[in-house]
């Protein structure tokens, strides 16, 4: 593992405007410091949450496709975010993770959030994403997620960890601010891995606000770095793998993890 340079960007967005939202992060782009290996953006960053999908799904080889895959090039950088998109009739809410050579990787919200009628019209994912960057193995998942320790669930089996880095992109509301700085706490805890939560800020088109309160959490559960509360800031942080990896040798909870399997699997493997 080498060390890992993170930029996570806690955006207001506008509302239901994928032109006007992509042309703001190209604003925000400007104002990065350093290279970075890895640029996070919020969920549904090219329209808010929650939008019709019907209006804004987008095909795999739609608009916000193309400008992440120009971006990513121009940065030589990770770029992921979520979006609305339309495969074979189902909408769903998925993270790209876009590579600075075009390809990429795709996770589907598994948990679509029932109370705010998001299960109504899109589809749940139904299995989790793993990738690899300068070493590091990364988790990524979308708001709701957040809640479910199961889902969430690491793993150490023969010496192999499933993750080091768990990062949810989110519009997670005001409203309940505190949980979401609790659960990113426990996430790292209870997975002895880093965890990246990375939220809008801003009001919505349904008059939901948002605080952002991203920040980026070591496996102790101890700040690395946070944004500010309510304010549309870039923060630009690097993760050292010695930290993580000398905390896993000195305390290896792991080795008393509970051993389960979570049998949503691939589409190539079902």
């Not at 030589?76 to 990429?104: A, H, K």
């Not at 426990?186 to 939220?199: D, H, M, S, T, Y």
């Not at 920040?215 to 549309?232: F, N, V, W």
Request: charged share 25%; hydrophobic share 40%.
């Amino acid at each position: 593992m080498q060390s890992l340079k993170i930029a996570y960007i806690q955006a207001d967005l506008y509302w239901e405007n994928p032109e006007a939202n992509m042309a703001h992060f190209d604003q925000l782009f400007n104002r990065l410091k350093q290279e970075n290996d890895l640029i996070v953006l919020p969920e549904t960053f090219t329209t808010g949450f929650p939008v019709d999908p019907r209006r804004f799904a987008q095909p795999l080889d739609g608009t916000a496709m193309h400008w992440m895959a120009k971006r990513a090039a121009s940065l030589d950088s990770v770029i992921c975010g979520s979006i609305l998109l339309e495969q074979q009739g189902r909408f769903t809410n998925t993270l790209v993770w876009m590579r600075p050579n075009g390809r990429y990787e795709l996770y589907a919200k598994r948990h679509v959030f029932r109370m705010g009628g998001e299960h109504q019209l899109i589809d749940p994912g139904n299995y989790l994403l793993t990738v690899e960057l300068k070493g590091w193995r990364i988790r990524p998942m979308i708001c709701y997620d957040l809640r479910f320790p199961v889902w969430s669930r690491n793993s150490y089996r023969n010496g192999v960890w499933g993750y080091d880095l768990a990062l949810y992109v989110s519009s997670w509301p005001t409203v309940r601010s505190y949980p979401w700085k609790q659960l990113l706490i426990a996430r790292a805890i209870e997975n002895q891995a880093c965890v990246l939560g990375v939220n809008r800020v801003g009001e919505d088109g349904i008059g939901n606000s948002y605080t952002g309160d991203s920040a980026l959490i070591d496996a102790k559960g101890l700040y690395i770095s946070q944004a500010a509360t309510s304010e549309e800031e870039i923060v630009e942080s690097e993760l050292d793998p010695k930290h993580l990896l000398e905390f896993r040798e000195k305390f290896m909870v792991s080795l008393d993890w509970d051993e389960f399997k979570i049998l949503h699997l691939p589409p190539d493997t079902q």
